[in-house]
C-alpha cells in the first residue's frame, strides 16, 4: 500500500463551485497533516494544516481529517480560475519524513 | 514575512561533476530538510538536519550526496558526482521545532544534468 494516495485528477471544477480533494494515509501513527499548493515549476505553498478530527476552516478552504479512516480532504469553496494548481497532501511518518502523495491536478473551468 | 531562499535558481552541469546547493533556512528555524521532484513525479523527502547533525534520510542519499551547515545561516546540499539521474528540482525547507510542524519550502533549484 503506498504511504499517501491521491487520485492524480485531473480533476476539472467550474468558475464558482467547490472542489473536493481527497487523501489516505497508511501509518496510523501520523499526527500532522498538510495540504500544500503547487504551481507548475514552483515549489509547495502551503494552505492549511490539521492535526485533530474534524474540520479546520481557513477563508474558502476546509481541511477534514478522519483518523479512523485514514483519511483526510481539502474542500475549496467558490473555486477561481487562480486556484488551478497541484495539490498535495502531506503526512509525517515518523517526527521528520514529510512524505508527498504525487498530488491532484484540479483545473478550475471560467 | 520570512522565506526560506535558494540559490542558484537553475544548474545545469555535467555528468560526473560536483555541484554545490545552497539553502538559507528562517533566521529561527532550526530544522532543516532537501527534498527532491523529478518532473512529473512527487515530491521526495531526501534528509533531515538538526544540530549540525543529519537526523533522518532516505535511501535516495546515498554517499554521493552531503549537507552541511558551514556557518549560522546557510545549509548546503552537495551531490558529489552528478548522474543524469539526478537532474530534478530540489527544495530546502525549514520548520522552527516541535515534532511534525509545518515545514516552509524555498523556491527551489532546477539541477539539469547532461
Known amino acids: 500500500q503506498k504511504e499517501v494516495e491521491q487520485n492524480s485528477g485531473p480533476l476539472s471544477v467550474p468558475e464558482g463551485a467547490i472542489a473536493s480533494l481527497n487523501c489516505t494515509y497508511s501509518?496510523?501513527?501520523?499526527?500532522?497533516f498538510f495540504w500544500y499548493r503547487q504551481y507548475s515549476g514552483k515549489s509547495p505553498e502551503l494552505i492549511m494544516f490539521?492535526?485533530?478530527?474534524g474540520d479546520k476552516e481557513d477563508g474558502r478552504f476546509t481541511a477534514q481529517l478522519n483518523k479512523a479512516s485514514q483519511y483526510v480532504s481539502l474542500l475549496i469553496r467558490d473555486s477561481q480560475p487562480s486556484d488551478s494548481a497541484t495539490y498535495l497532501c502531506?503526512?509525517?511518518?515518523?517526527?521528520?519524513?514529510?512524505?508527498f502523495g504525487t498530488g491532484t491536478r484540479l483545473t478550475i473551468i471560467p | 514575512e520570512p522565506e526560506v531562499t535558494q540559490t542558484p535558481s537553475h544548474q545545469v552541469t555535467q555528468m560526473g561533476q560536483e555541484v554545490i546547493l545552497r539553502c538559507v533556512p528562517i533566521?529561527?528555524?532550526?530544522?532543516f530538510y532537501w527534498y527532491r521532484q523529478i518532473l512529473g513525479q512527487k515530491v521526495e523527502f531526501l534528509v533531515s538536519?538538526?544540530?549540525?547533525?543529519?537526523?533522518?534520510k532516505s535511501e535516495i542519499f546515498d554517499d554521493q550526496f552531503s549537507v552541511e551547515r558551514p556557518d549560522g545561516s546557510n545549509f548546503t546540499l552537495k551531490i558529489r558526482s552528478t548522474k543524469l539521474e539526478d537532474s530534478a528540482m530540489y527544495f530546502c525547507?525549514?520548520?522552527?521545532?516541535?515534532?511534525?510542524?509545518?515545514?516552509?519550502f524555498g523556491p527551489g533549484t532546477r539541477l539539469l544534468v547532461l
Open positions: 525547507a525549514s520548520r522552527v521545532g516541535g515534532a511534525q510542524e509545518t515545514q516552509y
Open positions: 501509518d496510523r501513527g501520523s499526527q500532522s
Open positions: 490539521i492535526y485533530s478530527n
Open positions: 502531506a503526512v509525517y511518518l515518523g517526527n521528520e519524513k514529510l512524505t
Open positions: 533566521s529561527n528555524h532550526l530544522y
Open positions: 538536519f538538526y544540530n549540525n547533525e543529519i537526523s533522518e
